[in-house]
């Protein structure tokens, strides 16, 4: 891991993700909305890029080029109803799956560990979005290593990511090797 993108650098868990990630030495590509709200400490230190996470093309450009995504969104102290930081994360999956970018880690409310009738009411409007944020990074299951047995007598595995299959599925239509063939497809299992 060399390069990382931090979506919501200047919020307050995001600047410090920033700090973090620049301790490590590690290359820091910063997208935010305002470039203005990044301290003067650390603009020198890092890759300031300017965009707005519900603009897919913006966020394509932000994680070209990059190892690893860290997903700090946030709403500030607003507290009203918002879809904004599920439909953003929604916006990097997809656009750590068309640049081939694997590991990402997001922040998420500690909200989603309690039942719902222990969550204070005035935050339930945003759990909600944390917790479409939580289902779409459910859903974009990270790829593994995959076992692909051409002909097979018995199948190589259980299960395979949905989005290693899809993969599988359009590669194939150019590896002549898997013409005219049964296909048997299973990522390794976790060890």
Not at 10 to 32: D, H, I, P, Q, Y
Not at 51 to 75: F, W
Not at 100 to 120: E, H, I, Q, R, Y
Request: hydrophobic share 40%.
């Amino acid at each position: 891991m060399k390069k990382i993108v931090i979506f919501g650098s200047t919020g307050m868990t995001g600047l410090c993700a920033v700090e973090a990630a620049v301790n490590k030495g590690l290359s820091v590509r910063a997208f935010v909305r305002d470039p203005a709200k990044v301290p003067a400490h650390l603009k020198d230190k890092l890759e300031i890029f300017q965009g707005n996470v519900l603009e897919p093309d913006s966020v394509h450009d932000a994680v070209e080029g990059t190892d690893g995504v860290v997903i700090v969104l946030g709403t500030r102290n607003a507290l009203e109803p918002t879809s904004d930081m599920s439909e953003g994360t929604k916006n990097i999956l997809e656009a750590m799956r068309a640049k081939n970018v694997k590991n990402v880690s997001a922040c998420l409310s500690a909200f989603l560990f309690w039942s719902a009738d222990k969550v204070p009411p005035r935050f339930n409007d945003l759990n909600e979005d944390h917790k479409r944020m939580y289902q779409a990074l459910k859903d974009n299951e990270p790829s593994r290593e995959m076992i692909i047995t051409v002909n097979p007598e018995n199948g190589p595995g259980r299960t395979i990511s949905k989005w290693d299959l899809g993969s599988f599925l359009v590669d194939s239509l150019s590896e002549p090797k898997y013409y005219k063939s049964v296909i048997g497809i299973a990522n390794v299992p976790k060890q």
